[in-house]
């Protein structure tokens, strides 16, 4: 992470818990990391649980804002995951009863240090897998998360 963040002497880290979700019925969970450092935004990793009819409606909802369709490739991560050099996202099947919801995992490089496209593309994938298993186990999700590393 560092190689991929600007170097700063020290960063702060924001954890927000939206939604928690508290059991198999409940069809909602939401947090947000927010890394800061030398007073500026430095990193956004979000999750939340969605019902997209088809992944690449999901794709590009998540990278609108971030990256151009075009720059964004795919990697082998949950039901989905594309990454650039700025963001990383991965669709990470949750529910296995009922409504097929899926956890969306993004993180997004808001200022990049001296890691190059590719070292900051491989950096936000790292980030994004690790986040999705994390959030799969705090959502309870009781579908394979096939998140492979």
Not at 35 to 40: F, L
Not at 50 to 61: H, L
Not at 70 to 79: I, Q, Y
Request: charged share 30%; glycine share 8%.
């Amino acid at each position: 992470m560092r190689k991929v963040l600007p170097g700063k002497s020290a960063y702060s880290f924001d954890d927000q818990f939206t939604h928690r979700r508290t059991d198999d019925t409940d069809r909602t969970y939401e947090t947000s990391c927010f890394v800061n450092g030398g007073g500026r935004m430095l990193l956004v990793a979000t999750v939340e649980m969605v019902g997209y009819d088809k992944a690449e409606e999901w794709v590009q909802d998540v990278v609108a804002n971030a990256s151009a369709p075009s720059d964004v490739t795919s990697f082998r991560a949950g039901d989905r995951a594309v990454a650039s050099e700025r963001i990383a996202a991965v669709y990470v099947p949750c529910r296995d009863k009922g409504p097929r919801e899926r956890l969306s995992v993004v993180v997004e490089l808001k200022q990049r240090g001296g890691a190059t496209g590719a070292e900051a593309r491989e950096g936000l994938i790292s980030l994004a897998r690790n986040a999705a298993v994390f959030a799969h186990q705090q959502a309870k999700c009781d579908a394979p998360a096939r998140v492979a590393g």
